[in-house]
């Protein structure tokens, strides 16, 4: 069985895109059609920006998430899920992908949500830090000791779980996970604490835009972030995506449970290749390619 998995945040580079824009109409049209929604030429910053550009949360999301949708698009007939999923923003790709969000509506649920997550950013100085070599029972139990705001983040694969939370929280965590064997303990660049309580903002300003979009049932199940299962459900879709932006990203229990439930074979939908290492990482036999591969 094929899934088709869809990368988030700091998969993008300089370039990415610009061989669809300029071998394919449909692309061009839908990436003019994103100029036009955002009010800017995001193509401008995705093809010939700088990194500090596409680093910027409001380029960032969009212009990942364009980047798959288009690619997705230009799979055509090729494209035939069994099953979907996306890590964080890609969640959002996924669902355009699988035919539950339209291009315009994704596009705008998508800007709307790095904008909102910009301004809770802004309000608290917060970070995020990657643990390396410790299992996940150890990181939870020194989170949850930790007075200051800190919590697991992304479950990406065995022994790898980002943490999240205020930047007295993230320091005292590293410490103390370092010290309880952490091969290693890394800072991310990152302009705030994403999926964790201190998103309580963005969630609420994302929730008004998420109830008022028309979601249909998807094509196939999509697994979600927040729990790793399956849904076609549009409400049960809906109240997972609003929950995604404080919760965690329970990638590597989606990886294991869409193996569970027959996948064989992950493509990934996007920029880079960061998702197709950690499928690996949870399970060696799995087959693994780019859509980029397929086109």
């Not at 972030?225 to 404080?246: R, S």
Request: charged content about 20%; glycine content about 8%; overall charge negative.
């Amino acid at each position: 069985m094929k899934a088709y998995i869809f990368p988030g945040q700091g998969a993008q580079f300089v370039g990415m895109g610009s061989d669809l824009y300029q071998s394919s109409a449909q692309a061009k049209q839908l990436f003019e059609q994103a100029n036009e929604i955002l009010g800017f030429r995001i193509t401008n910053l995705m093809f010939t920006g700088t990194d500090e550009d596409l680093k910027q949360t409001n380029v960032t999301q969009p212009a990942i998430f364009l980047h798959s949708v288009i690619l997705a698009k230009e799979l055509g007939d090729k494209f035939q899920p069994d099953m979907v999923a996306g890590h964080s923003l890609g969640e959002f790709s996924a669902l355009v992908a699988a035919g539950a969000l339209s291009f315009g509506d994704g596009l705008k649920l998508v800007a709307a949500r790095a904008n909102a997550m910009q301004k809770a950013c802004e309000l608290q100085p917060s970070t995020m830090a990657a643990i390396l070599g410790l299992d996940d029972f150890t990181v939870e139990d020194i989170c949850q000791r930790i007075s200051d705001v800190v919590v697991p983040a992304n479950y990406n694969c065995p022994g790898q779980l980002v943490i999240s939370g205020s930047i007295a929280g993230i320091n005292k965590a590293c410490e103390l996970l370092t010290a309880a064997g952490a091969k290693r303990a890394i800072k991310l660049n990152v302009g705030g604490a994403f999926h964790s309580p201190l998103m309580e903002a963005a969630r609420v300003e994302l929730e008004k835009a998420i109830l008022a979009v028309d979601i249909k049932e998807p094509i196939c199940p999509i697994y979600q972030n927040i729990d790793g299962k399956p849904y076609q459900d549009v409400e049960k879709i809906k109240h997972n995506l609003i929950a995604q932006l404080t919760g965690a990203v329970r990638w590597s229990q989606t990886v294991q449970l869409m193996i569970e439930n027959g996948a064989t074979d992950f493509v990934e939908v996007g920029p880079g290749n960061v998702l197709q290492g950690l499928v690996k990482k949870v399970n060696r036999a799995m087959q693994t390619s780019s859509a980029s591969e397929i086109l």
